[in-house]
C-alpha cells in the first residue's frame, strides 16, 4: 500500500490530499492556518493527517506541497536585502520601469514598490551590442570595488542583470562565477540563467524578483524539509506556477516558480479529472472567500501564459496592471477577480450596487457568521436566498446567524434600494455573477475559445453554489462538480507531474530560419531537462518533452505561443508552423496576415516527468431512488422562477447514477451545489456531480 | 442649482441589470485595446500604448472609454461627430478613417478608424480608435517638424469611408499609404485598429441580443447620466473658490526673422469652482503662435478633464464619459494658443498644451483647495524621433519615443520618479528592442539626481537618456516643454529641473539644442535627454530630515542640493 500526500495553504485553512494509490481512496485532511509561521501548520497538518489515516511516512511516494511563502513576501515587501549588479548608465531600470502608471487619476497613488533600493543597486563597466558583439570588456576591477562595499553591507542576496546577456551572457557568466567563490553561500541569480530572454526590465524584475524571495524561500524550504525528514516522509516537491512540481533544489534556482502555487494546483487537478471522467474540455472555476479565479484547459492541456505580474491587487486580470512586479516565467494562464463569499456589497453615492473588491476576509467574516461582521457579504446573500443551510456551515462545525444577514441586507441595501430583502440579495448575487463570469469570458471568449464546447468544473468552498448561474450567463452546457471541491485544489498536488521549463530568445524570422538551428536550441534544453529527470530518478519511458514557439508578425509586439512537433528538420516542418500561428493568430484576434513574414522570438520546452496514473475509487452503486437521499425541504429564490419550494439533499447519501431534477440544494460539508429548475444533476460512478441544462441530455 | 439626485436610470432599470450591462460596456472598450496593442506593428502602439478606445451612441457620445490616454477625454467624441456630420448614412460594414485636427482630429499623427455599429439593421452606436501613427507624412520623418502651417504637417483626411458595407475602397488606402513612410508597418497598425473596433462590434451586438435594442440604449445614455451625477456630487465634495494662474510656454520651435531665438507665450487662466460646477476662462491667453504650439478646443479641454477627474475622483468610481463634463465649462477666445484656428500648425500642442493646462488648473485651485492638488509635474511628453536608413539592413526606419519626467508632489507625500502624469500614461520603449530595431545604442537610461523639486514632500526625479547613433546620420526631430518654464512647486515647493536637450558630436563639440525642433545627428553623435523632475510641495525646511538622509543615502538628492535647498548640514 503507497500513498501520495499534498499540502496546499489557503487562508483560512490548510488542506491536506491523500491518496492511496492501491485502492484510490482519496481523502481532504483539514486543519486550521498559522499565519505566522507556515511551516507549523504543515507540519502540524502531516501529522494530523499520517495520524488520522494511519499512514507509514515510509510508504509515501511523493510528497508535494502549494506554497504561499514566494506570493506573501512580495506582498508583505519582506523580502531578502539584496543587491543589483547592472551595466553602468542602467542600475535605474528597476524604478524606471515601464513608466505607465496603473491607476490613471488617483492623485494620491503609491509608487510601485521597488525590491532593491538604489543604495544597493551597483553598475559596472561592460556593454554588449545588440549583435552580440563585446562594446566594451567587463572591468573586473570595478567588481572588485562592488564586491568589497557589498561584503560590509548585510547583502544577503545578488541579482546580476546585464544588457543583451540574453544573447551573449559572457560577462554575467564571468561575474557569477566571481561573486559566488567569493560569497559561496549566499544565493547569486543570473539573468541569463533564470532567463534568457529580451526586454530588459522584465528580465532585471524576474531576476530581482528571484533574489528578493530566495533566502526566504531557501530557509522555509529547510526547516520543512527538516521537519518532515524527521517524520520520515520522502524529498519535497513543491508546486511550480506552471502546473508540475519540482523538487526543492531546482526550485531554488529560480525561486519566482513558486508563485500562484496554490492555483496552479486546482487547475492541475481539474485537467487531471477531467481527462480521468472524460471531460477533457473544462473551463476552471475555483471561488473562495475573497477571490474567483478563472482558467481554461482545453483537450486535457491547461493554457499558460509568460505575461505575468506578480504582487497585483486589482479587480479583474484582464492587462498588466504596471502596480507589480513582472515574472517572466510560465504561469498557468488565471484570470482573478476580486469576488468571493467575503466580498462587501455596496451602494455608491449615484445609487448603483457595486461588490467588492473590499471583503470581510476570514476575520471578521461574513455577518452571518456572528463574529463581528456588519455589512452584507455575498455569502449572507446567499444565505438569504436559501442556497446556503439557515442553521450551520462546515457540516455544523460553523453555526449561522440568518437575522444577522437579513439585518445587514435591509440595512446597507434593501431599505436605499427600496427592495424586499430577497429581492436586494438577489440584485447582489446577479451584480457578482456577472463580475466572475467576466473572468470567465476573459479566458475563454476574448482568447478565442468559445464556451459552449467546454464544460465548467466548479470548485473552492463557494464555487457549486454559483456555478450554474455562471454556465448560462455563458452558454456552457455543462457543470462538473468534483468530491471534496473545497479541498480541490490539494488534490492537483498528488496527481501532478515533475515539470521544469526553458526558455532561449531565438530572434530570427521563421520564414529563412534554418529548422536545424532550431532543433539544435531544442536539443539543448532538452539535455537540461534529461539531467534534471534523471536526478529526480524518473524512469526513462516516463519521460516527456514538449517543444513550442513564441511567434508573431514581424513588427509585433507580442507573440502567440505554437507547438512545435519534436522532429523538426524540413523546409515543410517550418511550412506547416507558420501556417498554425496564422491560424491561431485569426482565432485570437479575428484577423491574420499571410503574407507577412513571421518573426521567431523565443524557443521553449517543458521537461516533464511522468508521476504514474491514480483514479477515483467508485461510489458504491446502488438502485436508491433519489427522493430516499432527500433530508427536507425549504424556500429558495431563484432568478427566472422567484420563490420555490426546494428539495433539499445530503451529498453523503449519493450513490452511482443517482439522478436528480432540479430544483434542489446539495449539501456537503465543505460545499452547497445550487441545482437551478431548468438543470439536472446526475452522480458519475466516480463520484462527480454533473449538472447539465433540462432537455440536453 | 441642478440637485444631485439619484440618476432617472434607476426608475426604469433595475441596479443590479445596469451594473452588469455596463460594466460590460466598459470590458468591451478594454478588450479593444487589447486587440490592439497586441496585433499592432509600429512601437509606439504595441510596446507604448498611445491610443484610446471608446464606445459611442449614435450621436457620437463617449459612452465607454477603455483605460486609455486621458488626453483623448474630452476629444474623441468629436471624432465621431465628425463622422456623423460628414456623411448623411451608414451601412453595416462601412468603417471610416480620418485625422483632421480642425474636424475632430487631435494632431495629423493620431489616427481616427471609426466604426458604426448595426444591430440587424438598427444603427446603435460606433467604434472608434484613435492611435498616434509614428509617421504620417511631412517632411521630417516621425512627421514633428516645426512648420507654420498643417499643410507641412503631413497628410490630413477628413472623415472617409475606407470600407464601404464591407468592402474596401483601395483608392482611399493607396492614397494614405503613398503619403507615409514605412507604409507596410502602418498597414499592420490599420489593420489592428480595425480588428479592434470589430470586437467592440460584435459585443455591442451580444449586448442587443441579451438585452434588446431598447435596454440596451436606455442603458447606454443611463451610464452617461450615471457619470454625470457621479461627478456632480464629487465636485460637491471640493472646496469653492476662485484662482489665476499664469504660466509662461518655451517656445513654438519657430525662430521668426528677427528674433534671436525661440520666443516664449503666455497662458492664463481663470478658474471658478462652485457647489457641482468648474468653470474655466482662458482670456488673457496669447494669440496662436506660428509653429505647432496651437490646440484645438478639445485638446485643451482634454487637459482640464483630466486635472478635474484627478482631483475629484482619485478613487475611479466614475466610468469615463461624456456625461462626466456636462458640468465642466471651458472657455477661450478662438485663435489663442488654446483655441486655435485653421491653418495653424498643431503637431506640438496636442500634447504639450494639453500637459500644460492639466498642470496649471492643480496651480489655480491650490489657494483654495489644497489638500486636492498637486505640484507640476513633467509637464511634456518629451518626444524624439529618428528615421533615416538602418545601416544594417539598407531599410528605411522611423522611430518614435517618449521619456519620462517626474510626477508631481501630494499635499501628504512625495511625487513619484520617472512616471507618465496627467493626460499621459505611454509607457518607454525597452533598450533592447530599440536597439535591436533601430540604428542606435543607448548609453545610459537613469534618474537624473537632484531633479525632484525640494519641499516638505519632494518632486518626482525625471529621466535622463543618451542616444549614439549608428552608421549613418539621422534625421531626429524632438518636442520637448518646460526647459525655461521649469514644473512649478506648490506652497513653498521648489521647481523641479527643467528640461535640456543636448548633441556630442564625434569631432567632440558640445551643444544645447532648443527643445523643439528637428536637427540632423551625424554618425557617431550622441543625443542627450534630460527630462523635468517634478515641482515640491511645501515648504523644503519642513522636510523630515529622515526623508533628506534616505534621499541622500540613495542619490536621489545630492549633499550640495541637500545643504543648498533643505539646509542640511549633516
Request: net charge negative; glycine share 10%; proline share 6%.
Amino acid at each position: 500500500m503507497n500513498w501520495r500526500i499534498g499540502v496546499d495553504i489557503g487562508g483560512t485553512f490548510t488542506d491536506v490530499a491523500v491518496v492511496n494509490t492501491s485502492d484510490n481512496q482519496i481523502n481532504i485532511v483539514k486543519t486550521p492556518t498559522t499565519p505566522d509561521d507556515f511551516s507549523k501548520c504543515v507540519v502540524t497538518a502531516i501529522e494530523t493527517t499520517l495520524e488520522k489515516q494511519c499512514i507509514d511516512a515510509k510508504k509515501v511516494e511523493l510528497f508535494s506541497h502549494a506554497t504561499t511563502v514566494v506570493t506573501n513576501a512580495l506582498l508583505e515587501e519582506n523580502g531578502a536585502s539584496t543587491a543589483l549588479i547592472a551595466t553602468r548608465g542602467f542600475r535605474d531600470l528597476l524604478e524606471l520601469r515601464r513608466s505607465a502608471r496603473s491607476h490613471l487619476y488617483d492623485l494620491f497613488q503609491e509608487p510601485p514598490a521597488i525590491l532593491i533600493p538604489r543604495h544597493r543597486r551597483f553598475e559596472i563597466n561592460e556593454r554588449i551590442s545588440a549583435e552580440g558583439t563585446i562594446v566594451k570588456p567587463m572591468s573586473e576591477e570595478e567588481l572588485g570595488g562592488i564586491i568589497k562595499t557589498i561584503k560590509d553591507s548585510g547583502v544577503e542576496s545578488i541579482a546580476v542583470c546585464l544588457l543583451f546577456s540574453f544573447i551573449n551572457d559572457k560577462h554575467e557568466k564571468k561575474i557569477g562565477q566571481i561573486l559566488r567563490s567569493e560569497f559561496p553561500l549566499m544565493p547569486i541569480f543570473l539573468s541569463s540563467e533564470i532567463l534568457p530572454e529580451v526586454r530588459e526590465f522584465e528580465r532585471t524584475s524576474t531576476t530581482a524578483v528571484c533574489a528578493y524571495v530566495g533566502p526566504i524561500l531557501r530557509s522555509y524550504l529547510r526547516r520543512l524539509e527538516e521537519e518532515i525528514n524527521k517524520l520520515g516522509l520522502p524529498e519535497l516537491h513543491i508546486m511550480g506556477s506552471s502546473g508540475g512540481v519540482v523538487d526543492t533544489s531546482e526550485c531554488l534556482k529560480m525561486p519566482a516558480i513558486a508563485v500562484e502555487s496554490g492555483p496552479a494546483a486546482g487547475v492541475v487537478a481539474a485537467s487531471y479529472f477531467g481527462n480521468l471522467i472524460d471531460y477533457p474540455n473544462l473551463i476552471t472555476f475555483d471561488m473562495g472567500g475573497t477571490t474567483a479565479k478563472a482558467s481554461l484547459v482545453k483537450q486535457g492541456k491547461f493554457e499558460i501564459t509568460s505575461e505575468y505580474e506578480v504582487g497585483v491587487t486589482g479587480n479583474v486580470n484582464r492587462w498588466l496592471h504596471g502596480t507589480g512586479h513582472p515574472i517572466r516565467v510560465p504561469v498557468i494562464d488565471l484570470t482573478e477577480v476580486s469576488a468571493g463569499g467575503g466580498s462587501i456589497a455596496w451602494i455608491d453615492p449615484a445609487g448603483a450596487l457595486k461588490v467588492g473588491p473590499k471583503s470581510s476576509g476570514a476575520k471578521p467574516g461574513p455577518a452571518c457568521y456572528g463574529k463581528g461582521g456588519k455589512e452584507p457579504t455575498v455569502t449572507d446573500c446567499d444565505l438569504v436566498l436559501g442556497y446556503l443551510n439557515p442553521n450551520h456551515l462546515l457540516g455544523g462545525e460553523l453555526d449561522i446567524d440568518i437575522e444577522a444577514a437579513r439585518n445587514a441586507i435591509e440595512e446597507y441595501l434593501a431599505y436605499p434600494l427600496n427592495q424586499s430583502i430577497e429581492e436586494a440579495a438577489a440584485s447582489v448575487i446577479a451584480v457578482v455573477d456577472h463580475n466572475m463570469a467576466e473572468a470567465l469570458r476573459i479566458v475563454s471568449v476574448e482568447r478565442g475559445h468559445d464556451p459552449r464546447d467546454f464544460n465548467l468544473i466548479a470548485f473552492g468552498g463557494a464555487g457549486p453554489v454559483h456555478a450554474a448561474s455562471l454556465a448560462t450567463a455563458l452558454n456552457i452546457p455543462r457543470v462538473i462538480i468534483p468530491p471534496i471541491p473545497g479541498g480541490f485544489s490539494a488534490l492537483g498536488l498528488v496527481t501532478t507531474d515533475l515539470k521544469r521549463d526553458y526558455v532561449r530568445t531565438f530572434f530570427n524570422s521563421l520564414n529563412d530560419a534554418d529548422p536545424g538551428e532550431i532543433s539544435q536550441v531544442f536539443t539543448e534544453m532538452e539535455n537540461l531537462g534529461r539531467e534534471m529527470l534523471k536526478k529526480a530518478e524518473i524512469k526513462q519511458n516516463q519521460w516527456e518533452f514538449r517543444r513550442s514557439a513564441d511567434l508573431r508578425y514581424n513588427r509585433q509586439a507580442y507573440e502567440l505561443n505554437i507547438p512545435v512537433g519534436e522532429s523538426f528538420m524540413s523546409k515543410e516542418d517550418v511550412g506547416d508552423l507558420i501556417q498554425r500561428f496564422h491560424e491561431q493568430h485569426h482565432n485570437t484576434y479575428g484577423h491574420a496576415n499571410i503574407p507577412e513574414p513571421v518573426q521567431i522570438v523565443n524557443l521553449r520546452l517543458s521537461a516533464i516527468g511522468r508521476l504514474g496514473k491514480i483514479d477515483v475509487k467508485p461510489l458504491n452503486s446502488s438502485t436508491q431512488h433519489a427522493r430516499v437521499a432527500k433530508c427536507e425541504k425549504r424556500t429558495v429564490w431563484f432568478d427566472y422562477s422567484g420563490k420555490v419550494d426546494c428539495n433539499i439533499f445530503a451529498r453523503s447519501n449519493f450513490t452511482q447514477n443517482l439522478s436528480i431534477d432540479g430544483p434542489a440544494i446539495i449539501e456537503a460539508t465543505d460545499t452547497t451545489v445550487v441545482v437551478p429548475p431548468e438543470w439536472k444533476i446526475k452522480v458519475d460512478p466516480r463520484g462527480f456531480l454533473v449538472m447539465e441544462v433540462l432537455g440536453n441530455v | 442649482m441642478f440637485s444631485p439626485t439619484r440618476p432617472q436610470i434607476f426608475e426604469k432599470v433595475d441596479p443590479a441589470t445596469f451594473e452588469v450591462v455596463k460594466n460590460s460596456l466598459y470590458s468591451a472598450a478594454e478588450e479593444m485595446r487589447i486587440v490592439l496593442a497586441k496585433t499592432a506593428y509600429s512601437p509606439i502602439l504595441k510596446v507604448a500604448g498611445d491610443y484610446s478606445c471608446g464606445i459611442f451612441d449614435i450621436h457620437g457620445d463617449m459612452v465607454a472609454q477603455g483605460p486609455d490616454l486621458p488626453i483623448h477625454l474630452g476629444s474623441m467624441p468629436l471624432a465621431v461627430k465628425a463622422v456623423i456630420n460628414a456623411w448623411d448614412s451608414f451601412i453595416p460594414g462601412d468603417i471610416l478613417v480620418h485625422n483632421d485636427p480642425y474636424n475632430g482630429g487631435s494632431h495629423l499623427p493620431d489616427v481616427n478608424v471609426v466604426t458604426p455599429i448595426f444591430a440587424k439593421d438598427t444603427l446603435i452606436g460606433f467604434a472608434c480608435i484613435r492611435a498616434h501613427w509614428p509617421d504620417i507624412g511631412s517632411a521630417t520623418p516621425g512627421s514633428y517638424g516645426a512648420v507654420t502651417e498643417i499643410f507641412g504637417e503631413g497628410l490630413r483626411l477628413p472623415p472617409v469611408k475606407l470600407y464601404v458595407g464591407g468592402e474596401k475602397n483601395r483608392s482611399v488606402e493607396d492614397i494614405i499609404f503613398s503619403n507615409v513612410r514605412t507604409p507596410h508597418e502602418r498597414k499592420g497598425d490599420l489593420d489592428a485598429q480595425i480588428a479592434a473596433n470589430n470586437r467592440a462590434v460584435s459585443r455591442l451586438q451580444e449586448l442587443a441580443d441579451k438585452y434588446g435594442l431598447d435596454l440596451l440604449t436606455l442603458i447606454m445614455q443611463g451610464v452617461m447620466d450615471y457619470s454625470e451625477n457621479l461627478m456632480r456630487k464629487a465636485l460637491l465634495e471640493l472646496p469653492d473658490g476662485e484662482g489665476i494662474f499664469e504660466d509662461v510656454c518655451d517656445g513654438d520651435g519657430i525662430i521668426s526673422p528677427g528674433e534671436e531665438k525661440d520666443e516664449p507665450f503666455k497662458i492664463r487662466m481663470h478658474v471658478i469652482k462652485k457647489g457641482d460646477t468648474l468653470a474655466v476662462d482662458f482670456a488673457g491667453t496669447d494669440k496662436q503662435v506660428p509653429g505647432p504650439m496651437n490646440a484645438p478646443m478639445a485638446v485643451t479641454a482634454s487637459g482640464i478633464y483630466t486635472a478635474v477627474k484627478t482631483m475629484a475622483d482619485p478613487n475611479a468610481l466614475i466610468p469615463p464619459n461624456s456625461g462626466c463634463w456636462r458640468t465642466i465649462i471651458v472657455k477661450a477666445e478662438h485663435g489663442t494658443v488654446v483655441h486655435a484656428v485653421s491653418p495653424s500648425p498643431v503637431v506640438y500642442a496636442n500634447h504639450e498644451i494639453s500637459h500644460r493646462v492639466c498642470d496649471m488648473l492643480f496651480g489655480a485651485m491650490s489657494e483654495f483647495a489644497p489638500d486636492n492638488v498637486m505640484a507640476c509635474s513633467q509637464g511634456t511628453s518629451a518626444i524624439l524621433t529618428l528615421g533615416g536608413v538602418d545601416y544594417r539592413s539598407g531599410e528605411p526606419y522611423v522611430s518614435y519615443e517618449t521619456i519620462k519626467g517626474g510626477f508631481g508632489a501630494r499635499p501628504n507625500k512625495d511625487g513619484i520618479n520617472t512616471l507618465s502624469a496627467g493626460i499621459s500614461n505611454t509607457m518607454n520603449t525597452p533598450v533592447e528592442i530599440l536597439e535591436m530595431t533601430f540604428p542606435v545604442r543607448v548609453e545610459h537610461y537613469e534618474l537624473r539626481t537632484d531633479s525632484g523639486g525640494a519641499g516638505k514632500y519632494r518632486g518626482g526625479l525625471g529621466a535622463s537618456r543618451a542616444w549614439r547613433v549608428l552608421g549613418n546620420a539621422t534625421h531626429a526631430a524632438v518636442c520637448c516643454e518646460r526647459a525655461i518654464s521649469p514644473p512649478f512647486g506648490l506652497h513653498g515647493g521648489l521647481p523641479g529641473a527643467g528640461t535640456t536637450i543636448s548633441i556630442e558630436e564625434p569631432a567632440g563639440t558640445y551643444k544645447e539644442l532648443n527643445t523643439k525642433g528637428t536637427f540632423i545627428a551625424p554618425s557617431g553623435s550622441k543625443i542627450l535627454f534630460e527630462v523635468p523632475g517634478a515641482g515640491g510641495y511645501g515648504p523644503p525646511t519642513e522636510r523630515d530630515p529622515e526623508l533628506i538622509r534616505s534621499d541622500l543615502k540613495n542619490g536621489y538628492i545630492s549633499l550640495e542640493a541637500a545643504k543648498r535647498d533643505y539646509g542640511f548640514d549633516e
